[in-house]
């Protein structure tokens, strides 16, 4: 019995000490996100997100803001390297450039995930593919994003003649950029539509920009029947534009579904948007990070996504605004 007895109190102190040393695992993990711009609303709704679901893993992080700058954004993640942060996350500024952050934070057999933004030269790295050096991806679908709007599009277009469609890019350099246009051009040609895009022109993500660039693609066409605007900013500052000079153009937006922006397909400013959902991806972000911190088995280059939703004036209940 004494021998029976000791055994079990061995095997008592033996999963006290493994359930204390995993509560101590749990608390140590430090996560990093590096944000592109704060100002953004879905930057600062994908931070809440990683944010929140961190917490719930129990883990700690560190936000930092590049304020739009790829250079700060660089000195960020740099810091949180020299850190020695369990896993760093970003929504990257430049396509290109993030690359080499990938690979410092990889020599440092630190765990990298982008959020929402693929790495690699746009004109060179196949639509879908992860940088080997990644974690994971972790987005939303850009070429169905794109391709969701132009299916949408093409429904509101005329259908007696060739339609004008003008398109509000984001920022050059940016992989989602090429592939939302590219999946629009899909939907386009999926429906059948006979239009003609007489002018593409990639700005900033901030309303005032997309309003700036619509004034201009208006002053020049302004029998323009369609804008597509990339993103729910670009849309919402486009509005104001078509409503500043009367046109009837419509507008659908690729990751929409703010606030604002369905607020303004309720009232017709807007014809529709594909929802995004950015709290989801930063939560899947630091959920794909914590893995990869706890699990050094954990696979690399996931590429990790959520089903799209495309919102009317008939249908907004579907989409749950999330910035």
Known sequence: MKSTDTKVGIASIAIAISFFASAATAKDITLGIVAANMQYPFNAAAVKGFQEEAKTLGAKTVVLDGKGSVEKQGNAIDDLISQKVDGIGSILLDSVVAKTWVDR??????????VGVQVGDPDKVPLKQVYPKLTALVTRDDVESGELAGEMAAKLLPKDRTAKIGIVEGTAGVA??????????????????????????????????GEAVCQNILTAHPDIDLFFGQYD??????????????????IVTADGGSRLGIAAIKTGDMAG??????????????KALYTAATNKDTPKAQLITYKQVVVTKDNLSQCKPQF
């Not at 934070?105 to 982008?114: G, L, Q, R, T």
């Not at 939907?187 to 003609?196: N, P, V």
């Open 105 to 114: 934070a990889a020599e440092a057999n630190i765990p990298f995930v982008s």
């Open 176 to 209: 989602a950029v090429k592939q939302r246009t590219q999946g629009f051009k899909q939907g386009l040609a999926k429906m059948g539509a006979k239009y003609e895009i007489v002018a593409a022109q990639p700005t900033d993500w901030t309303a005032e920009k």
């Open 233 to 250: 900013d670009l849309g919402l500052g486009c509005s104001r534009a078509v409503r500043a000079v009367g046109s009837h153009a419509k």
């Open 273 to 286: 948007a594909v929802c995004s959902e950015p709290e989801t991806i930063g939560r899947l972000s630091a």
